[in-house]
């Protein structure tokens, strides 16, 4: 579909990518754009700001009942807390769990019947290269951004009859607050949301965006041993 005269709703809206993502669509003429964030006070000339908090299931129904014309969804909102699976703090495996899975999954529940009913749409899950591989201090990240890779491809195969596409997009690092501690190469959230979009534009259904995304794709065939030393070889520059 042709993102010009669309109807969309981003979440996480606020910042980092998702804000690249209101300001693209602008430019590539999107009719209107709900910016969906916690607080609701985002103030961009020309954007619906909607409260939004996507763990919070009354709030979602309150932003279907609200954006009944949406014809595009960006599940972008997420959050990384740094905690390891064996030894970190359930409540905060739950946090994660409950904004990178659930949340997506209750705003897809919500919006695929008024996709379907808009004309079919696109949802644009963005997800992670972590969703593909793992790092001690990453567990419940990974395991929250694996499950909302599985999501993805659930919702691609349960929606194709109402016509909605789906695209998953996958990346490394982005420089965005999120990174702001972490030193390494880093894509920018504009090159990211572009390609994003790009996607929906062209049909595609996942998007590797960066090389680190595509190095830890090619090697899901490999073994664990061999994907992992490939990875930490990757990671360590040797």
């Given at each position: 579909?042709?993102?010009?005269?669309?109807?969309?709703?981003v979440?996480?809206?606020?910042?980092?990518?998702?804000?690249?993502?209101?300001?693209?669509?602008?430019?590539?003429?999107?009719?209107?754009?709900y910016?969906?964030?916690?607080?609701g006070?985002?103030?961009?000339?020309g954007?619906?700001?909607?409260?939004?908090?996507?763990?919070?299931?009354?709030?979602?129904?309150a932003?279907?009942?609200?954006?009944?014309?949406?014809?595009?969804?960006?599940?972008?909102?997420?959050?990384?807390?740094?905690?390891?699976?064996v030894?970190?703090?359930?409540?905060?495996?739950?946090?994660?769990?409950?904004?990178?899975f659930?949340?997506?999954?209750?705003?897809?529940?919500?919006?695929?019947?008024?996709?379907?009913?808009?004309?079919?749409?696109?949802?644009?899950?963005?997800?992670?290269a972590?969703?593909?591989?793992?790092l001690?201090?990453a567990?419940?990240?990974?395991?929250?951004?694996a499950?909302?890779?599985?999501?993805?491809?659930s919702?691609r195969?349960?929606l194709?009859d109402q016509?909605?596409?789906v695209?998953?997009?996958?990346?490394g690092?982005?420089?965005?607050?999120?990174?702001?501690?972490?030193?390494?190469?880093?894509?920018s959230?504009a090159?990211?949301?572009?390609?994003?979009?790009?996607?929906?534009?062209?049909?595609?259904?996942?998007?590797?965006?960066?090389d680190?995304?595509?190095?830890?794709?090619?090697?899901?065939?490999?073994?664990?041993?061999?994907?992992y030393?490939?990875?930490?070889?990757?990671?360590?520059?040797?």
């Amino acid at each position: 579909m042709q993102l010009n005269n669309a109807v969309v709703l981003v979440t996480g809206a606020n910042r980092g990518i998702g804000a690249e993502f209101v300001a693209q669509l602008k430019q590539r003429g999107a009719s209107k754009i709900y910016a969906a964030s916690r607080d609701g006070a985002i103030d961009v000339d020309g954007v619906e700001p909607i409260k939004l908090d996507i763990t919070d299931p009354a709030q979602i129904q309150a932003a279907a009942a609200a954006a009944g014309d949406v014809q595009v969804l960006i599940n972008n909102a997420g959050i990384s807390t740094g905690t390891s699976v064996v030894s970190g703090d359930v409540a905060d495996i739950r946090r994660e769990m409950d904004t990178n899975f659930f949340g997506p999954l209750l705003m897809t529940q919500a919006f695929a019947p008024i996709l379907k009913a808009n004309g079919g749409g696109a949802i644009v899950n963005v997800v992670s290269a972590l969703s593909w591989f793992t790092l001690p201090t990453a567990g419940a990240y990974a395991a929250s951004k694996a499950a909302a890779w599985s999501l993805t491809d659930s919702t691609r195969l349960e929606l194709a009859d109402q016509g909605t596409q789906v695209v998953g997009v996958h990346m490394g690092l982005v420089d965005t607050d999120m990174t702001a501690g972490t030193d390494a190469p880093k894509i920018s959230p504009a090159s990211l949301a572009a390609a994003g979009l790009d996607a929906i534009e062209s049909g595609t259904d996942e998007v590797l965006g960066d090389d680190w995304a595509k190095l830890v794709k090619s090697g899901l065939t490999l073994t664990p041993s061999e994907r992992y030393a490939q990875l930490f070889a990757a990671l360590s520059g040797s």
